[in-house]
């Protein structure tokens, strides 16, 4: 394992708050192997260089399409995907290429909340003892107590406590997320990552839980990366948002002015595609229609990832690959105008 | 987007369609008595979430309700002046894929993985049309170029796993669409894609209804796609039509509490952000446990006492709307809601 540095003297602090989570220049990179002894052909360039600070108490989304590398952003910072470069800091400390054991400590701090609420669950166990498992595995609560504190998660996330000895299978989608956000608090984390919490859910339902998380966020002080194809959910419930192309993230900025004024061609892009819930906006809307499919992360290119689907794309665009620049909202593009 | 009558001659008419399913807990009524008209050239929504009866309803227009444990108890459908639901197995098998075709969520759902695309484009329009093996290929072709397939002409010979998910859903379309059906019947075509595919999708589909004059019964949960695509639309809850209302008037001026719950609780891209949504409270219906009277009670902020020894049928709103509701939402009172519902 690569020897992580001396807590003590680490660099993280700027100069007011500490971020709880700093990604820099992440890189995640499948080899593809061929032939009888197989020898490295490619890689597939899951995540190719993506930074990002998550401060304590807030809630950063991460966005993009199929095959953007957003999940497996999530999975190395749990350590569940081998970060192949890059550093990744938790709470002061580098935590990629901690072997499982290592990593364990930080597993308190950081958790993670699945899309699907169905097989993120073991459906052996009543839900008393899922949500007891994190007490047990980090020697949180005496034993005697930690019934107790089951039942007051289960009341926290708006589960009724009598059901503590039913299994998985008796609950709705919903509740069976309800579930997973109470077992992901029992570690007592500071920062959970959720991956497509509600995309599972019907609208109805939808709201509840991403209510239930705003909720925590205030009453816990936690802090989210929120990871959903949804842009109206990421919008309503981020700080900061991240959009994600081909492995890299090439606009970040407050959720806000993400929105209202977008400044790289994908997010322009993307941000028209999604049909509002509104018939007499809808109908007057303008389109920046993408044509194609987003190259496969296997493909070699040089220049701008997003180069083969812009829509105002220059030839220098094939030859330079953007930096992510700008101070609270930036974007990796050439032809983006300083604001 | 206008408003469309669909009164003057029908392309579909269903008229009180029911549906059961046997399950353990007992006969499930899945769909309850619902009806509705379709004109050509018209796109019409059936909007509702999980366990609403929404997919069943189509799949028993198109004789497809696995039975046993389903049935069609009730009903007509009539189509061009014929009834889909007593009609024999093979006759409506002439229909499908022909007059009217589907499109799924899942385009593996309707695509053969052993067969190439060019196998299973030719056997429509050769069964359907009487084309010829030349003639049916060339055809394949053209609509594979049609809703945007690059290098068609090759691509056509593989198999479906050889395509992306987007690629393999316009796949999908152009198999639908190559017999030139008068209906189409789309089950949450685009839910599985992303958003810039889904926008492509849903553009070749108003442009292939305005040049066929195609008529679209588009089933889905996104009111975004409702809102972008349909003329009418009819919300279900439990089997049942809650509301049925033009797509503009539907979401400025709902008349059933479910509807202003699902329009209420849409996080939405153009709005404040970061206050609190209105959720709808407790869980999806359970078809086997619904509560006497009106099957969104347990859930509805309205709800008085009547509500729950009488179940409401669809009534003219003073709106145009047609509602089942009791209530009038416009002056009733809410129940204060709680914090965590």
Not at chain 1, 103 to 126: E, G, H, I, K
Not at chain 2, 22 to 49: H, N, P, Y
């Amino acid at each position: 394992m690569s020897s992580a540095p001396n807590p003590a003297e680490n660099r993280l602090t700027p100069a007011d708050a500490q971020p709880l989570l700093e990604v820099r220049n992440l890189r995640v990179h499948f080899p593809t192997r061929q032939g009888l002894f197989g020898q490295q052909r490619g890689a597939i360039r899951a995540v190719d260089g993506v930074s990002f600070q998550v401060r304590p108490g807030e809630t950063f989304g991460l966005v993009g399409e199929s095959g953007c590398g957003k999940s497996t952003t999530a999975r190395a910072i749990l350590g569940l995907a081998p970060a192949t470069g890059g550093e990744i800091w938790l709470d002061g400390q580098r935590i990629d290429g901690l072997s499982d054991r290592q990593m364990r400590p930080m597993r308190r701090v950081v958790q993670m909340v699945f899309q699907d609420p169905f097989s993120s669950l073991n459906p052996r166990m009543t839900v008393g003892r899922i949500i007891r498992e994190p007490m047990k595995l980090f020697g949180l609560h005496r034993p005697e107590h930690r019934k107790l504190e089951v039942l007051r998660l289960m009341d926290l996330v708006g589960l009724n406590p009598r059901f503590l000895n039913r299994y998985p299978h008796e609950f709705s989608g919903g509740q069976r997320q309800r579930i997973g956000i109470a077992r992901a608090l029992a570690a007592e984390p500071r920062l959970i990552v959720c991956d497509e919490p509600v995309s599972a859910l019907d609208v109805s339902i939808q709201a509840q839980v991403i209510n239930l998380l705003m909720d925590l966020k205030d009453e816990l002080g936690l802090a989210y990366v929120f990871i959903a194809h949804d842009l109206s959910v990421v919008r309503h419930i981020s700080d900061r948002i991240g959009v994600m192309y081909l492995g890299r993230i090439v606009e970040q900025a407050p959720a806000d002015a993400l929105y209202r004024n977008p400044r790289h061609p994908y997010t322009q892009a993307l941000l028209s595609a999604i049909p509002v819930p509104d018939p007499e906006l809808e109908s007057r809307r303008e389109r920046i229609m993408l044509t194609g499919e987003i190259p496969s992360p296997e493909t070699e290119y040089r220049g701008c990832p997003f180069a083969s689907r812009c829509p105002v794309a220059e030839v220098r665009c094939l030859e330079v690959v953007p930096a992510l620049e700008g101070d609270e909202h930036q974007a990796a593009c050439l032809l983006v105008d300083e604001p | 987007m206008n408003e469309r009558s669909g009164t003057d001659r029908p392309l579909l008419a269903v008229e009180n369609l029911q549906v059961q399913f046997r399950t353990d807990e007992g006969i499930v009524q899945a769909v309850d008595g619902i009806s509705f008209t379709i004109a050509a050239g018209e796109t019409l929504g059936i909007v509702g979430e999980s366990g609403s009866g929404k997919s069943v309803t189509n799949l028993a227009l198109m004789g497809l309700i696995p039975q046993p444990p389903g049935k069609v108890v009730a009903g007509q459908a009539r189509f061009q002046g014929e009834d889909l639901l007593g009609m024999s197995p093979a006759a409506l098998a002439k229909i499908r894929g022909n007059r009217i075709a589907m499109i799924f969520q899942d385009p593996m759902t309707s695509l053969n993985p052993f067969l190439t695309v060019a196998q299973q484009m030719t056997e429509v329009t050769e069964l359907h049309l009487g084309f010829s093996r030349r003639q049916a290929l060339d055809h394949a072709v053209a609509m594979l170029e049609r809703v945007g397939i690059a290098d068609a002409g090759r691509r056509i010979f593989g198999y479906p796993h050889e395509f992306s998910g987007g690629m393999r859903q316009r796949v999908m379309i152009a198999m639908a669409l190559s017999c030139k059906p008068d209906l189409l019947i789309a089950d949450e075509p685009t839910t599985a894609l992303d958003v810039t595919i889904q926008a492509q999708i849903l553009e070749m589909m108003q442009q292939l209804q305005r040049e066929e004059g195609t008529a679209i019964i588009m089933i889905t949960h996104d009111l975004g796609v409702v809102a972008k695509l349909c003329h009418r639309v009819n919300v279900m809850y439990a089997g049942r039509f809650v509301e049925k209302a033009p797509v503009e008037r539907l979401f400025a001026q709902p008349r059933h509490p479910y509807t202003l719950g699902l329009l209420e609780s849409l996080p939405r891209l153009d709005g404040q952000g970061s206050n609190r949504l209105t959720a709808i409270s407790g869980s999806p219906p359970d078809l086997a446990q619904l509560p006497d009277g009106c099957a969104f009670r347990p859930r509805c902020p309205y709800a008085i006492e009547r509500c729950a020894s009488e179940t409401p049928t669809l009534v003219d709103q003073e709106n145009g709307n047609r509602a089942a509701c009791l209530i009038d939402v416009t002056t009733s009172p809410r129940v204060a809601e709680t914090k965590r519902p």
